[in-house]
């Protein structure tokens, strides 16, 4: 008997392409309890460091080491900032930071890749190894009639940065102006031109409960947050208790 034979016309399967996935950037992070009282976990991988704002640190593992550096010198002690930032390094393996800031608030992350952005004092939470941390002096003029510090806080370089808020947080997008009251603003990026003026005219300055604002101008970001310290002081004001004698 002849033998039949059939040709295999299978085809070998062709080869899955290979996709190459982005790699992540900075450090893992978890973020709860927003955007009333934020709180935020940091992984830190073996051997890696994170600055955070003195006493702000809540939680750690046992391999995180603590070393506490003096930052921005004269600048920093006449700000609200502390002059000290703790430095938390995960030695020989891998651990984990819990930053709880001190205000009632939002907090925020943004990656910065070779970037500025400046900040309100006391808005600062913690930020990688690349980043720079130092107090700028936004002029007489500026921070006097500002009713708010006479420096901001310059965060540079590459990496994570953390930073909280009174309140929630809103992201803004700059394409030209904007007007924000001096007291609502908590950071906004390099680039952006500000000048601070006042709203109306003198009566207004006095009696309309507005003050200043911050006109800034360019192309940016800006992020402000929907409560002002100075408001929830005039608030509260009227329910201190009275000592009648």
Not at 33 to 51: I, R
Not at 83 to 101: K, M
Not at 200 to 205: D, H, I, Q, R
Not at 224 to 238: L, M
Request: net charge negative; with cysteine.
């Amino acid at each position: 008997m002849s033998e039949l034979t059939m040709e295999d016309n299978t085809q070998a399967p062709e080869p899955a392409l290979s996709v190459s996935q982005p790699e992540p950037k900075g450090y893992a992070f978890e973020m709860v309890g927003k955007p009333d009282y934020g709180f935020v976990t940091v992984q830190l991988p073996a051997d890696n460091m994170l600055k955070v704002e003195a006493s702000a640190m809540a939680t750690m593992d046992t391999n995180m080491k603590m070393k506490t550096k003096m930052r921005g010198g004269l600048s920093r002690l006449l700000t609200s900032e502390s002059i000290f930032i703790n430095e938390f390094t995960a030695e020989g393996v891998d651990g984990e930071v819990g930053i709880a800031p001190g205000t009632p608030g939002d907090l925020c992350h943004q990656y910065l890749n070779d970037d500025t952005i400046y900040l309100q004092n006391g808005a600062f939470v913690a930020c990688g190894p690349d980043i720079e941390i130092e107090s700028k002096w936004q002029g007489l003029v500026k921070g006097f009639f500002s009713g708010e510090s006479l420096f901001l806080i310059r965060a540079k370089g590459t990496g994570d940065l953390f930073f909280n808020s009174y309140g929630a947080v809103i992201e803004i997008d700059v394409e030209e102006d904007y007007v924000v009251d001096t007291g609502n603003i908590v950071a906004f990026t390099e680039g952006l031109e500000y000048k601070v003026t006042k709203v109306g005219g003198y009566k207004s300055l006095f009696f309309s409960g507005e003050g200043f604002v911050c006109r800034f101008s360019g192309k940016g970001k800006v992020w402000i947050q929907t409560r002002g310290a100075s408001a929830f002081v005039g608030w509260a004001h009227w329910f201190r208790p009275v000592n009648k004698k």
